[in-house]
């Protein structure tokens, strides 16, 4: 397994303000992404953080609205942009270890007011 | 793209009684199948997964069958207790690994005494 530590662990946010999530993974991992989970809702992927590249970001995922940064192999930031209400969610960081399992962090609760 | 559905929704069951969570896949080229468990405030955790060259696996009071002409796959809980209560995910993927999961909608587990 992989020990992820995120933070923010929560936050109350400003409508039109920015805020960028850190995640840090206890060990080199093969992939890393950050996953959405909106009030009572099930997971979605955002985007696959790449190394020293840019981001991967699936269908309705745009990088002006969720940049993201993986500098080195243990560590990414997601970063939610101009944010509006409707961004009120749980974001999550996600390793893909070497055994092809994939392990969360405990989540960034977001409240834009 | 893959879809995944999950029953039921909602499961009420009494101390040391057995649940059954199932889901349904659409793609047949999915191979990897884990389960998660997320407790109110937390990140989801892995508890057991299946790939399809195995029709079942068993963890102590956790097993997971897979059908896979059926394209289906459950979880069975034998002998429940109050801290099994929580939300359980089912997902899917035909990496063969946790990337590019697909995740069910969830199931909220309540364990009575």
């Known amino acids: 397994s992989a020990v992820i530590s995120q933070k923010p662990s929560r936050d109350i946010c400003q409508r039109g303000t920015s805020l960028t999530i850190q995640c840090q993974v206890d060990s080199q991992v093969t992939m890393m992404f950050w996953y959405r989970q909106q009030p009572g809702q099930s997971l979605t992927l955002i985007a696959t953080a790449n190394q020293g590249s840019e981001a991967t970001y699936e269908s309705g995922f745009v990088i002006d609205k969720f940049p993201i940064s993986r500098p080195n192999l243990t560590f990414s930031t997601l970063t939610v942009s101009n944010m509006s209400p409707e961004d009120s969610s749980i974001y999550l960081c996600?390793?893909?270890?070497?055994?092809?399992?994939?392990?969360f962090g405990e989540g960034s609760r977001l409240t834009v007011l | 793209g893959e879809n995944v559905e999950q029953h039921p929704s909602t499961l009420s069951v009494q101390e040391g009684d057995s649940a059954v969570i199932k889901c349904t896949y659409s793609?047949?080229?999915?191979?990897?199948f884990p389960w998660y468990k997320q407790e109110l405030g937390k990140g989801p955790q892995l508890i057991i997964d299946i790939r399809s060259n195995v029709g079942e696996k068993k963890d102590q009071r956790i097993a997971v069958t897979l059908n896979k002409t059926a394209k289906h796959f459950s979880l069975h809980i034998t002998e429940t207790q109050p801290e099994d209560s929580a939300v359980y995910f089912c997902a899917a993927s035909f990496t063969g690994t946790a990337s590019k999961l697909t995740f069910g909608t969830g199931t909220r587990l309540q364990v009575t005494l």
């Open positions: 793609d047949s080229a999915s191979n990897y």
């Open positions: 996600s390793v893909h270890t070497h055994t092809g399992e994939l392990f």
